[in-house]
């Protein structure tokens, strides 16, 4: 009797892992098309973002076009989350599980250029440009959100799906507010989808933690010529400061980077400077290793403080964790990657590649042809502010081809590909391979509990907690007179074709 029940438990998994693998393949074919309809629409998202070009906290037109365009496509949408205007969080589905997507999608400073130009052609002399690819993010998410509804929708499929969008990537600002704030604690599973030269993913820790931090120094005005005794230097503080972190740096480990900026150094020499600002960034391979380096900052800063008799107070602007990626959730988005292929490029897509990287002095190997094999990560010394989300569930990122490889990052021969049809191919083999994915975990329960157990064991004993000060607020004026000196000269830029999924 036993036999004849275990004969029959075995037969309905057998069939149970029939019919989830049939479910996902036939619910992975209707992503596909999905994103094949609508690859032209994909494109229009991606080349609009790229017009916009707006730097960080200042993704105005951007927020708004994604959150119409998600709304439009029957997702609930929020904007505002966490205290960041510019962010976006849209829902759809009922119930476990909930896997989340998230972007970035601002600009760099002085990365303006015509799309395709191969000499300088800036199309606002000066202006805010995408010269790291962030707009091809948004058109993959957006893509992929189209899709996974379709699925979700003809498939009855179970679950919940959530897109957030993550503002001043490039100052590593927001995705800490949002797990701070309790936005991914129904989470179960996470994919960041970024531009690159490849269609590839990887797992193990990627980039180091980092502490943005600024400290300002308060002093007393005084004529300098006639008694600077009385007054007390605020530039005189930051200055120490600097002087002290170089010094303490011998005593640093050799495995930290920190760099500073003088953000604020006084107006004019006649007056004793009574305000100042240092803006630090502070980087370490691990949570401890940042923060002790802040912890270390503080003391510099007080010391700095007693020598000049001043006074100091510090804001921090950012703070993010390393980011790392699950095995399993590599393992998925590569076997996604492997299904739906690098995209076929044209010999004029190769030849506009290999004309980029020779303005940029890179060597000229063109486009990539072949996938990459998943790997494991080797740590880099870079940071991003999604490290947050990585350590609080299993996380897998998906790099889309939708830049050309041997140009250097923020440079503007970066941004001449961003809005052709590279960055559109690129954009929908990305929108593919998160769709498939995100196909697979709504219809496999084990491979998501796999994802769960395996990210136990790979963050071992280490208990996220966040760097980020408890009462910290979004640095909400970041980039707000840069941008406002461009935005008005841009408008007449802006690429508002009318975009309708179908
Ligand atoms: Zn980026």
């Known amino acids: 009797m036993r036999r004849i029940l275990s004969g029959l438990g075995l037969m309905l998994v057998i069939v149970c892992c029939a019919s989830a693998a049939l479910s996902a393949t036939t619910a992975k074919e209707?992503?596909?098309e999905a994103v094949e309809r609508n690859k032209g629409e994909i494109a229009k998202v991606g080349d609009a973002?790229?017009?916009?070009?707006?730097?960080?906290?200042?993704?105005?037109e951007t927020s708004k076009l994604c959150a119409d365009l998600l709304k439009s496509i029957g997702y609930d949408v929020k904007t505002g989350i966490a205290g960041f205007p510019t962010a976006i969080m849209a829902t759809y589905g009922s119930g476990k599980p909930v896997l989340a997507v998230h972007i970035e999608y601002d600009a760099v400073p002085s990365g303006s250029q015509q799309t395709g130009a191969l000499e300088r052609k800036e199309i606002v002399p000066g202006a805010p440009g995408h010269a790291e690819g962030h707009n091809t993010n948004a058109a993959a998410w957006m893509g992929a959100a189209f899709a996974v509804k379709e699925a979700i929708d003809k498939h009855?499929?179970?679950?919940?799906?959530?897109?957030?969008t993550a503002p001043a990537e490039e100052q590593l600002v927001s995705r800490p507010f949002f797990v701070r704030d309790g936005y991914f604690k129904d989470v179960d599973a996470a994919f960041h989808v970024h531009v690159g030269e490849t269609l590839s993913t990887s797992y193990g820790i990627r980039q180091y933690a980092l502490v943005s931090v600024e400290y300002e120094f308060f002093g007393k005005t005084a004529h300098s010529?006639?008694?600077?005794w009385t007054g007390a230097s605020a530039v005189d503080a930051a200055k120490l400061m600097d002087i002290g972190w170089d010094v303490l740096r011998e005593h640093l480990p050799p495995t930290q980077r920190s760099?500073?900026?003088?953000?604020?150094?006084?107006?004019?020499?006649n007056v004793v400077p009574d305000r100042a600002k240092i803006w630090f960034f502070f980087r370490e391979a691990t949570y401890e290793g940042a923060n002790n380096l802040f912890t270390k900052a503080d003391k510099v800063a007080e010391g700095a403080a007693l020598m000049t008799g001043t006074t100091w107070k510090r804001n921090v602007l950012s703070a993010c964790w390393p980011t790392r990626d699950n095995k399993i959730m590599g393992e998925l988005v590569q076997s996604n990657i492997e299904l739906v292929g690098m995209p076929v490029?044209?010999?004029?897509?190769?030849k506009l590649a290999k004309a980029i990287q020779k303005v940029a002095g890179g060597e000229q190997k063109g486009l990539a042809m072949k996938i990459s094999p998943l790997k494991e990560a080797k740590q880099g010394t870079s940071s991003n502010d999604s490290g947050d989300i990585t350590w609080t569930v299993p996380h897998g990122r998906i790099t889309?081809?939708?830049n050309v490889g041997n140009v250097p990052g923020h440079h503007w021969a970066a941004t001449i590909a961003v809005a052709t049809s590279i960055a559109h191919k690129g954009e929908v083999a990305g929108?593919?391979?998160l769709a498939g994915s995100m196909v697979d975990l709504l219809t496999n329960p084990d491979l998501l509990a796999k994802a769960k157990e395996t990210f136990k064991k790979e963050v071992g004993g280490a208990t996220y907690k966040p760097l980020l000060p408890p009462d910290q607020k979004p640095p909400l004026s970041l980039n707000t007179e840069e941008m406002a000196k461009y935005r008005d000269l841009m408008k007449p830029h802006y690429r508002r074709a009318p975009i309708q999924f179908k």
Do not use: C
């Open 49 to 60: 973002i790229y017009s916009f070009a707006e730097l960080g906290m200042q993704e105005i």
């Open 259 to 269: 760099h500073s900026v003088i953000v604020n150094g006084g107006v004019q020499p």
């Open 30 to 32: 209707t992503a596909f």
């Open 345 to 350: 490029w044209s010999e004029d897509e190769q």
């Open 225 to 228: 010529g006639t008694s600077p």
């Open 431 to 433: 929108a593919k391979v």
């Open 156 to 164: 009855k499929l179970r679950g919940t799906v959530k897109f957030f």
């Open 400 to 402: 889309i081809p939708s």
